[in-house]
């Protein structure tokens, strides 16, 4: 299997992130036009990761997105279901205590971490409403969410260009600098399929979640969602 379908079978995706485990954070910083970086650097100032506090970075992958938080001086938990990730995670950072875990199931007790979040892997998990479900279980009363996921531009005609992008630009892109270019049109497809802003936001109150609010990142091409337990 190379090309998950949208439905997410679960062994399906986590084969294709074994598949792309080796190339995953250069592909993206090609892919993303250099503003990955940028975007994870907004996700540490949401996160706000204090030292002692427990941090749960959910589809943490390589836990290149767990970085910040470990000079914050917290204690990081990187958590994903793509052994492959994991593995090359585990030779760049052998001292961090990865963690395999399906999101709709987490390998935790309630109330355990300070922080939760996950930048770009709730669109692949399975059960959505779940996984916030999950992430709300195993939160501290008190604590909170941010999620950092692909979404909609909120501009009309930049949307219609960057659709383009997606569905165009993007897999011949992916064919030069991935191991499996498959991988990246499910990538695509699976934004462009993703709930809007204010969707999401719906969903996050659904799961429990409280004040929860929503910023845009390069004119919507990202959302980083918040919320508190």
């Given at each position: 299997?190379?090309r998950?379908?949208?439905?997410?079978?679960p062994?399906?995706?986590?084969?294709?992130f074994?598949?792309?485990a080796e190339?995953?954070?250069l592909?993206?910083?090609?892919l993303?036009?250099?503003q990955?970086?940028?975007?994870?650097?907004e996700?540490?100032k949401?996160?706000?990761?204090r030292?002692?506090?427990k941090?749960?970075?959910?589809?943490?992958?390589?836990?290149t997105?767990?970085?910040?938080?470990?000079?914050?001086?917290?204690y990081?938990?990187?958590?994903?279901?793509?052994?492959?990730?994991?593995?090359?995670g585990?030779?760049?950072h052998?001292?961090?205590?990865?963690?395999?875990?399906?999101?709709?199931?987490?390998?935790?007790?309630?109330?355990?971490?300070d922080?939760v979040?996950?930048?770009?892997?709730?669109?692949?998990?399975?059960d959505?409403?779940?996984a916030?479900?999950?992430?709300?279980?195993v939160?501290?009363?008190?604590?909170?969410?941010?999620?950092?996921?692909?979404?909609?531009?909120?501009?009309?005609?930049f949307?219609t260009v960057?659709?383009?992008?997606?569905?165009?630009?993007?897999?011949?892109?992916a064919?030069?600098?991935?191991?499996?270019p498959?991988?990246?049109?499910?990538?695509?497809?699976s934004?462009?399929a993703?709930?809007?802003?204010?969707?999401?936001?719906?969903?996050?109150q659904?799961?429990?979640w409280?004040?929860?609010?929503?910023?845009?990142?390069?004119?919507?091409?990202?959302a980083?969602?918040?919320?508190?337990?």
């Amino acid at each position: 299997m190379t090309r998950a379908s949208l439905d997410k079978q679960p062994h399906e995706v986590a084969s294709m992130f074994d598949d792309v485990a080796e190339k995953y954070d250069l592909t993206n910083d090609v892919l993303s036009l250099g503003q990955a970086r940028l975007w994870r650097k907004e996700v540490a100032k949401a996160v706000d990761a204090r030292p002692a506090q427990k941090v749960l970075d959910l589809a943490a992958g390589t836990a290149t997105s767990s970085q910040p938080f470990v000079r914050a001086g917290a204690y990081v938990v990187p958590c994903d279901f793509s052994l492959g990730m994991l593995r090359v995670g585990k030779q760049r950072h052998p001292w961090m205590p990865f963690t395999a875990g399906d999101g709709t199931r987490l390998p935790f007790k309630n109330d355990t971490f300070d922080a939760v979040t996950i930048s770009f892997g709730l669109r692949n998990i399975q059960d959505t409403d779940q996984a916030l479900r999950e992430l709300y279980r195993v939160t501290k009363p008190g604590g909170r969410v941010v999620i950092c996921e692909f979404s909609h531009p909120t501009w009309a005609p930049f949307r219609t260009v960057y659709t383009e992008y997606l569905m165009r630009a993007l897999p011949p892109t992916a064919r030069a600098v991935s191991s499996n270019p498959e991988a990246y049109v499910y990538l695509a497809e699976s934004i462009r399929a993703w709930p809007t802003q204010p969707e999401l936001a719906a969903r996050l109150q659904g799961a429990g979640w409280q004040k929860v609010a929503w910023r845009n990142l390069t004119g919507g091409v990202v959302a980083l969602h918040r919320g508190i337990k």
